[in-house]
């Protein structure tokens, strides 16, 4: 691995991270969306991420393999005044649990944060090194 391998393993997972928190974000500004330009209810994303291995360069970090949307059935709610109720007066809102949401937020936030320290330390060691060539 070269000097900076783990300053780009870190930054790639920043920027997962990142997405992830953008997706969570999605989901907790949705959470009572009945409609979507797809139609029907908002249904809850998650991010998907793989490693980034190169059989040259070895491990090159972390990448996102897709967004996909949980399949988990939607909530339904009874309120027949409601615009998008159905025949029966029930309503299907997004299947996105707000506590589940904010779990994975604090998990996400807590991952952003290890790799800005690990990122941080990783440029204060090639700092001292360079120091010592002086």
């Known amino acids: 691995m070269s000097i900076f391998g783990g300053m780009r393993i870190s930054a790639s997972a920043l920027s997962a991270e990142r997405l992830r928190l953008d997706v969570i974000s999605s989901n907790i500004s949705n959470v009572r969306t009945t409609r979507t330009e797809e ?23 972390v990448k996102t393999v897709k967004i996909e949307e949980d399949k988990s059935p939607l909530k339904k709610e009874y309120n027949p005044h409601h615009p998008d109720a159905d025949e029966e007066g029930y309503v299907e809102y997004p299947n996105v649990d707000l506590l589940v949401e904010m779990s994975d937020l604090i998990s ?20 001292k090194a360079l120091e010592i060539g002086r």
């Open 108 to 127: 996400a936030s807590r991952a952003y944060e290890s790799n800005v320290d690990t990122l941080n330390a990783q440029k204060n060691m090639i700092s």
């Open 39 to 61: 139609g029907g209810a908002y249904r809850r994303k998650t991010a998907v991420f793989a490693e980034n291995y190169d059989k040259k360069m070895g491990m090159l970090g």
